[in-house]
């Protein structure tokens, strides 16, 4: 893979994680709904009795995942 293409890849995840951040507490419902419909209760109730903690670490875990995409792109292009 070229060294341009792989520039392009890491802007385009890094822009998709920070597009993600305020979609963090839909995908985290989606999420719940999804352990209800396969009867893991025990696993959507872990995530409803902490929910704001876990969009808290979702959204902070994206941010930095995105600084570090954008470091290395920005490393790669120069």
């Known amino acids: ?15 998709l994680s920070l597009i993600f951040i305020p979609f963090t507490p839909q ?3 989606l999420r719940i709904r999804f352990f209800r419909w396969i009867h893991w ?3 959507a109730n872990l995530l409803e009795n902490s929910f704001q903690g ?3 670490f979702v959204r902070v875990f ?5 600084i570090v995409l954008l470091y290395f792109g920005w490393r790669v292009l120069t």
Request: proline share 0%.
């Open 62 to 66: 994206l941010l930095l995942l995105a």
């Open 41 to 43: 209760n025990w696993a």
């Open 27 to 29: 995908l985290l419902r």
């Open 1 to 15: 893979m070229s060294d341009e293409t792989l520039n392009w890849l890491l802007f385009a995840l890094a822009a």
């Open 54 to 56: 876990w969009v808290l």
